[in-house]
């Protein structure tokens, strides 16, 4: 199964977590529930701590399409692993219905294939990269602002240093598993790989040195959306793929 297959439907999940807890929840999910999801047919693209937010945990599975995401859930919530480790994960969380349904734009080389390696159950390394984004949010899926970032953002981010590994909006469609509920927005988000700290720090400064995107694209950007957009710097944890 290919990427792009295995990832026509999306879900972004950012969960906030009680204080001090998220170490915790990365175990459980480290050790049961990425085996666990991908046995019911899912594909789990990344799982990250938030680098702005220690009581914050995201992550991202894929689907081959809107039937196989009822399946798999159902499969996976209602199964044994659940119901072994659930309670442990619900017992870190404060709120866990910051999710998004999205569909690609655009899947490059750095996001993770179905069968890319995966660090073994017990690695505790956890890679120095940083994947980082945004969330904006849009006016309506018809407000041209997937073109205007494939033309005018993209190219800019990658000047600055950014290898650009996914975008995605919006997947229109009802939530077809209801006991996990989704946000009701139209949004746009990229995602993008830096080695380092030191090299996104260098993508930043270069981006704030820049006179197009800070009289140009920024005040674009603001125009094109109705929300400050949620900025996203991510470290993977030792399992994940997208690295």
């Given at each position: 199964?290919?990427?792009?297959?295995?990832?026509?439907?999306?879900?972004?999940?950012?969960?906030?977590?009680?204080?001090?807890?998220?170490?915790t929840?990365v175990?459980?999910?480290d050790?049961?529930?990425?085996?666990?999801?991908?046995a019911?047919?899912?594909?789990?693209?990344?799982q990250?701590?938030?680098?702005?937010?220690?009581?914050?945990?995201?992550?991202?599975?894929g689907?081959?399409d809107?039937?196989?995401r009822?399946?798999?859930?159902?499969?996976?919530?209602?199964?044994?692993v659940?119901?072994?480790?659930?309670?442990?994960?619900?017992?870190?969380?404060?709120?866990?219905?910051?999710?998004?349904?999205?569909?690609?734009?655009?899947l490059?080389?750095?996001?993770?294939?179905?069968?890319?390696p995966?660090?073994?159950?017990?690695?505790?390394?956890?890679?120095?990269?940083?994947?980082?984004?945004?969330?904006?949010h849009r006016?309506t899926?018809?407000?041209?602002?997937?073109?205007f970032?494939?033309?005018?953002?993209?190219?800019?981010?990658?000047?600055a240093?950014?290898?650009?590994?996914?975008?995605?909006?919006?997947?229109?469609a009802?939530?077809?598993?209801?006991?996990?509920?989704?946000?009701d927005?139209?949004?746009?988000?990229w995602?993008?790989?830096?080695?380092?700290?030191?090299?996104y720090?260098?993508?930043?400064?270069?981006l704030?040195?820049?006179r197009?995107?800070q009289?140009?694209?920024?005040?674009e950007?603001?125009?094109?959306?109705?929300?400050?957009?949620?900025?996203?710097?991510?470290r993977?944890?030792?399992?994940?793929?997208f690295?």
């Amino acid at each position: 199964m290919n990427t792009q297959d295995c990832c026509a439907v999306v879900d972004l999940r950012q969960y906030t977590l009680r204080p001090g807890q998220r170490d915790t929840l990365v175990k459980v999910f480290d050790e049961a529930f990425v085996e666990g999801q991908e046995a019911e047919g899912m594909h789990i693209c990344g799982q990250f701590r938030d680098l702005d937010d220690p009581d914050r945990f995201v992550w991202l599975r894929g689907f081959a399409d809107l039937d196989a995401r009822a399946k798999a859930l159902n499969g996976f919530y209602y199964g044994p692993v659940w119901k072994a480790r659930g309670g442990e994960a619900n017992a870190t969380m404060l709120d866990s219905d910051n999710a998004l349904l999205l569909k690609p734009v655009e899947l490059g080389p750095g996001f993770p294939a179905f069968d890319a390696p995966r660090p073994g159950v017990g690695a505790t390394e956890v890679p120095a990269s940083v994947v980082a984004g945004a969330v904006y949010h849009r006016r309506t899926a018809d407000d041209g602002f997937v073109e205007f970032f494939v033309d005018q953002v993209a190219p800019a981010l990658t000047a600055a240093g950014a290898v650009i590994a996914a975008t995605f909006e919006t997947l229109a469609a009802e939530n077809n598993f209801p006991a996990l509920p989704l946000r009701d927005e139209t949004v746009f988000v990229w995602l993008a790989t830096f080695p380092n700290d030191t090299s996104y720090a260098e993508h930043r400064r270069r981006l704030a040195g820049s006179r197009t995107w800070q009289t140009t694209l920024l005040p674009e950007l603001t125009c094109r959306t109705i929300a400050p957009p949620q900025e996203l710097r991510l470290r993977p944890t030792a399992r994940s793929q997208f690295r």
